[in-house]
């Protein structure tokens, strides 16, 4: 079934952290947040209307993506294409915005709305959709750069507590042997443990990762620049846990090369860096073709993404637990009512019709910061 999308709108929502989340790459207080609804109108006229959650942050820190350049292309850009496109589906989407170089953030959001506008109509869950095998996945927290060990260990201990069963510390150059033995130590030998560096190392830091090896790490997540292929092949080489690429991860076919390459041992699939949730089950597909286990990445997701990352990361392939944690982790209150919460260590995969998630209109509004609306002409209207 396609659609005839009708009217869009982007807004903007402000919402505070529960606690500054410091990575090599900043620190961030608060999360300035893109959302899309788009109303889409089936071959009857019935009217349906879809959200997705754009994961660019303020600053092209992550990637080269920022959420004012992520509208910006949306409005002037890619919607022109996806109007033009015709009656479409979610899996139109990405086909039809080829032509437009980068911005995977900002297409992912759009096939979202889409896909949870269709699913919705179709009165299908992702999960179903998706050919999802589990109804609940283990969950992870990923634990940032803290300023002394002790209030590192304190800020673990809490998430130990409340019943994460892997953790992820992030690291830099000048915060990791040290940290990570200190943890490792809180934790015991048994819980499943990995690191973070988002690019902050250098090819020529191998034998001061290799130093990580004792703790028996599950992996090490982008240790070099996005583009070093070659380096983290050489890196995989020369220490012994496993290398996991994540910034430098954005299509199927640049992971099947870093695959052959040697350069990725584990993947992190995060749907928004890759374009989507479509090219993101591609990904996976490719992954458990070539035995290389994956793990669903998070972005400080709102419940829209954290629902629709729950049902991905149920595929079969999703072998290691995900940066998939409670709602709660990051903010104090969500923007759905049916927040993804953690029992056991584990996330409930959602099984209502859509993404999975149910939103919460009052609150939606009380947070949102600014809301313009795009009708079929591309006339913009501030709301
Ligand atoms: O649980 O949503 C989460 C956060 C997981 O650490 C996390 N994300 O580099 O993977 C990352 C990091 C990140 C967050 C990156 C926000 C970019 C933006």
Redo the contacts with the bound molecule.
């Keep these: 079934m396609t659609f005839t999308i009708e009217r869009v709108e982007l807004r903007r929502i402000a919402m505070p952290l529960v606690s500054p989340?410091r990575?090599s790459f900043g620190s961030?207080t608060a999360r300035d947040i893109l959302l899309v609804r788009v109303d889409l109108a089936d071959a009857s006229g019935s009217i349906v209307e879809g959200w997705g959650e754009c994961?660019a942050?303020s600053e092209p820190s992550?990637s080269p993506e920022y959420v004012d350049g992520a509208q910006h292309v949306i409005v002037h850009h890619l919607l022109p294409r996806l109007m033009a496109a015709g009656p479409i589906e979610a899996a139109d989407v990405s086909p039809a915005l080829a032509k437009l170089h980068g911005h995977p953030m900002a297409k992912a959001a759009l096939e979202m709305a889409v896909l949870d506008a269709q699913l919705r109509a179709n009165g299908t869950s992702f999960a179903t959709f998706l050919g999802a095998e589990r109804t609940r996945i283990p969950s992870g927290?990923?634990v940032?750069i803290h300023d002394s060990i002790d209030e590192l260990l304190t800020a673990v201990q809490g998430y130990v507590d409340d019943g994460y069963v892997r953790i992820?510390l992030?690291i830099e150059p000048g915060s990791d042997i040290e940290q990570v033995a200190a943890v490792r130590d809180l934790i015991g030998p048994d819980t499943p443990f990995q690191v973070?560096a988002?690019t902050a190392y250098r090819r020529t830091d191998g034998s001061h990762l290799a130093r990580l090896d004792e703790f028996h790490l599950l992996l090490i997540?982008?240790p070099l620049p996005e583009d070093d292929i070659i380096g983290h092949a050489r890196l995989a080489a020369e220490v012994e846990t496993p290398i996991c690429l994540?910034?430098s991860l954005v299509s199927t076919s640049g992971t099947a090369d870093a695959i052959d390459l040697g350069a990725c041992e584990i993947a992190?699939i995060?749907p928004g860096r890759v374009g989507g949730y479509l090219e993101a089950v591609r990904i996976h597909d490719l992954c458990v073709a070539r035995g290389v286990p994956v793990w669903c990445?998070?972005?400080?997701?709102t419940g829209i993404g954290r629902a629709a990352n729950a049902a991905l990361a149920a595929l079969p392939g999703f072998t290691l637990p995900g940066?998939?944690?409670a709602s709660t982790?990051?903010y104090a209150r969500d923007i759905v009512t049916d927040p993804i919460t953690i029992t056991n260590g584990h996330v409930t995969v959602p099984t209502t019709a859509g993404l999975g998630f149910d939103l919460d209109r009052d609150f939606l509004d009380a947070v949102t910061t600014s809301c313009i609306s795009i009708d079929q002409r591309g006339t913009v209207t501030e709301l």
């Design positions: 989340f990575t961030q994961v942050l992550y927290v990923s940032g992820k992030k973070d988002n997540e982008q994540d910034e992190n995060k990445g998070g972005m400080l997701e940066d998939i944690s982790r990051f």
